[in-house]
């Protein structure tokens, strides 16, 4: 930040050429050693990810010490549910529990783990999607170009939340479908993302050296055009993952997406509507749960972005 | 350069909106007079009334509230209030009694029926209310030209000639005869000595020649005969909005109307009376104990009256899973069985339901018969008994497991998720894999229809409150409802002889041994029987709301 | 001018003709029969189902609408690519069909009983999102780093990363319940719903909640946006000879800066109006709210396709208008914008 200030370049043209990828300014050789560097500096950018490693672990390790403190998150006992029913936080049962008597921490952890695998699983297809589209769209321009774009644009003119509900009333609904029509859905925004940072990449005089030296078109791809336009699809593949969560929340809050009694997000704050006005707790926690995930994705696309000096098409 | 004015112009006016809103904020709340005048331009009202006098009953939006084709509680609530049919049911007395006709006679073979109407009643837009205006209205039920089949016309079968209108053979229904204006003869195709119950049914009401001039007119503002005409026609997803008829033939209603308030859920209608917008209103699951306490229950459990406004009563309603019978898992009687011993009935009514409602033991509802004997001998709890009969040929591996994976369908919102998540924990308890599938109402009905549902769950309510209303519709052979594909042809032959029966107690009878046969076969599986989980405002005097979930409001008064 | 109108009107058709023919193949695909969700649970006879199918065009009929039918006298089924054809036919005279329930009623006429209530929740939306975001952007502007901005940018974090379901009902737990609770009753807000002869509010105390709620991930934006793009219209060259020439810093920002910051902005607002006329399906279903969304997100789980085939259509071709005013009137704002058909993407 300081940088800036001393700096007397216009802001705006110091961008537009950190885009262009040039940077011939900075003495550093790796743009990748570089961006770890100054992504260390920013102070958001490492809580959001120190956060998201955190959710992570306990997602992952919650199967060993979950179930001994806080029972199942679906299992119901039939003997006890009637006296567990509703209790508000307390000690034992920190964020309380539902009507059916299981432990909304409990329910909260095993939400984490769909959310991270939907947000994970369907932005890797809308990526691989998204980077094969952009690529072949890019390097081949022409008539490919045409046609890519074109079916692009329209998959993005369609209501993204309609389309998403649409496309699971035809599929049904259940997690593998949330993934899949969540991912396909998305890959228009990173081939757009990605064939304009191939398209920017091309133009630079290496790319014509290594066309001169007799360097073949896989090996220009491979070797020149997709190390340099990587690092805006990975800025918008950190922020699409938040995306991915929201609208897996969504459609399970609608009644679309995860099938109960698996404990999705989306599907505790619907079962905790219900009782908002007395016992609101049973919505407001899996709320701050998607809320302070989302975020730090957010945060730490953000971060990744300064750092990887991407400049973000839209906001 | 005319878009820079163009948009700055838009954003000034926006901000002078947006401090308007401001000022006006302090006094959004209407008084009585702001409810009337604003709406008196927008309502083509006569004589609207009072904010004070009128019920706010919340509904979900109704399929249809013109009688041809109301089928759901939502819009026969509406229906009801709107028309008169030839009988009415008196729940107190347990008989059928009359209404827009004052006596009939039977035949001795229990085939033709004579209804006698009411002198001088009107439609609410002057008609009289003809011997002609109830076959227009039959008519109209069996129509197969309508723009939308009447998915009700069952209810008209035993009336000879209807199923060959039904199927466009016929214009009219041939039992169906207008002996003079206030005599209406109708023969039966098999004698059916309970006829005169069924015709309590508010579908099967007079219409006024307008519904045929103008049905798209009529389906969005029917014309009755009923204590109640509309105000304005149904805005979808929000309101249908009623007032007093006051050239009604019968007692005139003690309040000015009723304001059918359209909530898309029970939450967000308990929301809104919480917040005093809705007098009369579902309970949402588990709230029932609270709300006694602040509310106080009911004494009969039927009538809401101010400071016992809880209503608990049982309903004319069975909740029961639906099994398919010709799935290539469930086809095995011992399996079924061992469901319906596996699933702890109790446990689902006292925790999801508070222990209002009741287990069930059998298809009959407590209301329609309570005779003990009725009981289904594996419809009980019964974990090791299950468990024993499992054992024999689906043996469970180390796991616990027995290879048996079902599905649970159920349609989308109310309490159907938590019941079939307890259900799926009953059945995994003994060892039988489940997953849950979830759809919309309409869909799922489809996917029912289909035969593509493993394990589903439905709702039966009498339309009529005769016990052939539990088995007809969903245990025959070629009934619509049977959703199990169940088919006997003992049962169906019993049925027919059963509907002949004149002494009522003779007919009871046969119709107890038809369920006993039902039970035997376990085509469906019940789980409880429904009772009211309602709650009225502390305005509302002597409102009761019957067993079959309708509120009559000719008696209801304001405290 | 008239040329670059028509050269986007001209991309648009192939989009158009994309998006209706993606959903008008899902329809196909879905399983079911449509002719049983008009029916209900009824059993058709033949006769009756043949006049439906008619009816809806899913068999062959001559001129006066009757079933054609072939030498073994069945119906024909009219092929997808016809019934497409057909039905792009009908929208070019403005006909979009008929619902398979609610009784039959055209489509038409459904969306009109509910595009106002969406077009006005729209319009208050925008308002606040208008007022507040912009408003909030330009004070983090000029107080750059202050607690303000810091304040400014964690909120407008937070918005975006909350679902907005969940952020209406806190609304409602916050308006609605817990300030009734606390002044008694005296001062709330309606918490859902859209008023009515009955209600207990006037209408217009309906729009606040779902509105505020519409608003919030867009406000949130607006902000942003107004704060990036006025802090770089800071730092061009104009403004700072401006401020060299002796002009408060005052008279700068609103004289000069703020006119040219707002352009982007503008814009924004003007695309997020065309995406609140597709309906909020989360924020219309959790304020019950009676328009277009919830009514698209009912049809599809209902599956009464006609309708949702014809709010996508109404939405898409709403948006894309919508857009191209935007962009006309952008480029009339910003003059390094020509219609030489050269515009960067």
């Not at chain 1, 769209?137 to 046609?147: I, K, P, S, V």
């Not at chain 3, 014809?310 to 009339?332: H, K, P, Q, R």
């Amino acid at each position: 930040m300081k940088e800036t200030n001393t700096n007397n370049f216009d802001v705006a043209e110091a961008s537009e050429e950190a885009r262009t990828g040039s940077g011939s300014v900075r003495p550093s050789r790796t743009l990748w050693g570089d961006a770890w560097q100054r992504l260390k500096r920013n102070k958001l950018a490492v809580i959001a990810a120190i956060w998201i490693i955190f959710i992570v672990i306990v997602a992952v390790s919650a199967d060993l010490w979950v179930p001994q403190h806080f029972g199942s998150p679906t299992e119901i006992d039939s003997a006890s549910m009637k006296d567990m029913s509703r209790l508000p936080p307390s000690p034992e049962h920190p964020f309380g529990t539902d009507t059916l008597g299981r432990d909304v921490l409990c329910r909260v952890i095993y939400g984490a783990r769909i959310s991270l695998s939907v947000g994970v699983l369907a932005t890797a297809i809308s990526t691989i999607i998204g980077l094969i589209a952009g690529a072949l769209a890019a390097y081949n321009g022409g008539w490919w170009d045409t046609l890519i774009m074109r079916t692009a644009d329209i998959f993005l003119a369609f209501p993204y939340t309609l389309f998403v509900i649409a496309m699971l009333a035809v599929i049904g609904p259940g997690i593998q479908n949330v993934f899949i029509a969540i991912g396909v859905l998305g890959w228009p925004s990173i081939a757009r993302v990605f064939r304009s940072a191939i398209l920017s990449v091309k133009e630079n005089d290496y790319v014509d050296a290594a066309r001169a030296m007799g360097a073949s078109d896989a090996r220009i791809i491979v070797r020149h055009i997709f190390p340099n336009s990587v690092a805006s699809v990975v800025v918008y593949a950190t922020m699409n993952i938040g995306g991915a969560i929201l609208t897996e929340s969504a459609l399970s809050f609608l009644g679309m997406g995860v099938v109960p009694p698996n404990p999705s997000w989306g599907i505790m704050i619907q079962d905790g509507q219900t009782y908002l006005a007395t016992e609101p707790w049973l919505m407001i926690m899996p709320g701050i749960a998607i809320l302070t995930t989302v975020l730090a994705f957010t945060l730490l696309g953000d971060g990744l972005r300064d750092a990887l000096d991407v400049k973000m098409k839209d906001a | 350069m005319s878009g820079l004015n163009v948009s700055r112009r838009t954003f000034v006016e926006g901000g002078i909106a947006a401090s308007a809103v401001a000022a006006l904020a302090a006094c959004g709340k209407k008084d009585d007079s702001a409810a009337t005048s604003s709406n008196a331009g927008s309502e083509a009202s006569s004589g609207s009334a009072s904010k004070g006098n009128v019920i706010k009953y919340y509904i979900t939006n109704p399929v249809a509230i013109d009688p041809y084709n109301a089928q759901e509680t939502q819009g026969m609530q509406v229906t009801q209030a709107l028309y008169d049919s030839l009988t009415g049911f008196d729940w107190d007395a347990g008989k059928v009694v009359p209404k827009a006709a004052e006596s009939w006679d039977v035949s001795d073979d229990a085939k033709v029926f004579t209804f006698h109407l009411v002198k001088d009643a009107k439609f609410h837009n002057g008609d009289p209310v003809d011997a002609a205006s109830f076959k227009r209205g039959w008519e109209r039920i069996c129509d197969p030209t309508m723009s939308t089949p009447s998915v009700i016309a069952y209810h008209l079968n035993p009336i000879k000639g209807a199923e060959e209108m039904q199927e466009g053979k016929a214009k009219e229904i041939e039992g169906v005869k207008v002996v003079d204006d206030l005599t209406l003869e109708v023969t039966l195709k098999e004698p059916m000595a309970e006829f005169p119950y069924i015709c309590t049914h508010d579908a099967l009401a007079p219409v006024p020649q307008a519904a045929l001039d103008d049905p798209e007119g009529f389906a969005v503002a029917p014309i009755g005969n009923g204590p109640f005409k509309m105000d304005g026609k149904w805005v979808s997803d929000q309101y249908i909005n009623l007032v007093r008829f006051d050239d009604y033939y019968g007692t005139p209603a003690k309040i000015d109307g009723i304001y059918f308030s359209i909530q898309k859920d029970p939450a967000t209608a308990f929301r809104e009376f919480e917040a005093g917008n809705i007098d009369f209103t579902d309970i949402p699951a588990g709230r029932i104990q609270e709300l006694e306490g602040k509310y106080g229950t009911s004494e009969d459990g039927y009538t809401v009256n101010p400071g016992k406004q809880v209503l608990k009563g049982e309903e004319a309603g069975v909740y029961w899973l639906t099994v398919n019978v010709n799935d290539e898992v469930l086809k095995d009687l011992t399996l079924r069985q061992a469901i319906s011993l596996a699933i702890n009935r109790q446990n689902i009514v006292d925790t999801v339901f508070e222990g209002t409602r009741l287990p069930a033991t059998c298809v009959f509802p407590t209301p329609i018969d309570d005779d003990p004997s009725n009981a289904w001998e594996f419809c009980k709890y019964d974990k090791e008994a299950a468990i024993k009969l499992l054992d024999e040929k689906y043996p469970a591996d180390d796991k616990g497991k027995r290879g048996i994976k079902l599905t649970l369908s159920y349609n989308s919102g109310g309490d159907h998720e938590d019941i079939m998540s307890c259900v799926q924990g009953d059945l995994e308890a003994v060892g039988i894999e489940c997953e849950q599938s979830s759809m919309e109402w309409a869909a799922y009905l489809s996917a029912m229809g289909d035969g593509t549902v493993q394990i589903g769950r439905m709702g039966w309510n009498a339309d009529f409150p005769i016990m052939d209303n539990f088995i007809y519709p969903n245990f025959l052979t070629t009934s619509e409802n049977n959703y199990s594909k169940y088919s006997n042809k003992e049962l169906d032959e019993g049925l027919v002889e059963a509907r002949k029966i004149l002494d009522e107690e003779k007919r009871k009878a046969a119709y107890r041994e038809l369920n006993a046969m039902i039970g035997k076969d376990l085509p469906v599986i019940p789980l409880m029987y429904y009772a009211h989980n309602n709650v009225g405002s502390e305005r509302l005097k002597n409102l009761y709301y019957n067993p079959q979930t309708k509120a009559d409001f000719e008696k209801a008064e304001f405290a | 001018m008239i040329k670059y109108i028509a050269k986007r009107i001209v991309q648009f058709i192939p989009v158009f003709l994309g998006v209706t023919l993606i959903l008008f193949v899902l329809q196909n695909v879905v399983p079911g029969d449509p002719i049983k969700l008009i029916a209900g649970e009824k059993k058709l006879d033949e006769q009756t189902e043949i006049s439906l199918r008619a009816a809806y065009h899913l068999i062959e009929t001559d001129e006066n609408g009757e079933p054609v039918f072939d030498e073994n006298g069945n119906t024909i089924e009219t092929p997808m690519w016809k019934r497409y054809i057909q039905y792009i036919t009908g929208l070019l005279h403005g006909d979009l069909g008929r619902s398979y329930q609610q009784n039959g009623k055209p489509v038409a006429e459904i969306l009109a009983e509910k595009y106002p209530y969406t077009i006005k929740l729209a319009l208050v939306a925008i308002v606040i999102e208008s007022i507040i975001g912009i408003a909030a952007g330009m004070i983090s502007a000029i107080k750059r780093y202050s607690a303000w901005d810091i304040g400014v940018t964690t909120v407008t974090s937070a918005l975006v990363a909350m679902p907005a379901f969940w952020f209406g009902m806190l609304q409602q737990l916050f308006w609605g319940i817990f300030l009734k609770n606390v002044t008694g009753g005296a001062f709330y807000l309606p918490i859902s719903g859209a008023g009515g002869p009955h209600a207990e509010f006037q209408d217009w105390a309906y729009y606040m909640l779902p509105a505020l709620t519409l608003a919030a991930v867009s406000t949130a934006y607006t902000a942003r946006i107004m704060r990036s793009q006025l802090l770089e219209v800071l730092n061009q060259d104009y403004i700072r000879t401006a401020r060299a020439k002796g002009l408060s810093r005052k008279a700068v920002i609103f004289r000069h800066a703020l006119k040219n910051a707002l352009i982007p902005v503008v814009t924004y607002i003007g695309m997020d109006f065309g995406g609140m006329l597709a309906g909020a399906i989360l924020t219309e279903t959790v304020f019950n709210w009676p328009g277009v969304g919830f009514e698209t997100y009912r049809a599809i789980t209902q599956r009464d396709w006609p309708i949702v085939l014809g709010s996508v259509t109404v939405i898409v071709v709403v948006v894309m208008v919508i857009n191209l005013v935007v962009d006309v009137s952008y480029a009339f704002l910003d003059p390094r914008i020509r219609f030489d058909g050269s515009k960067s993407e």
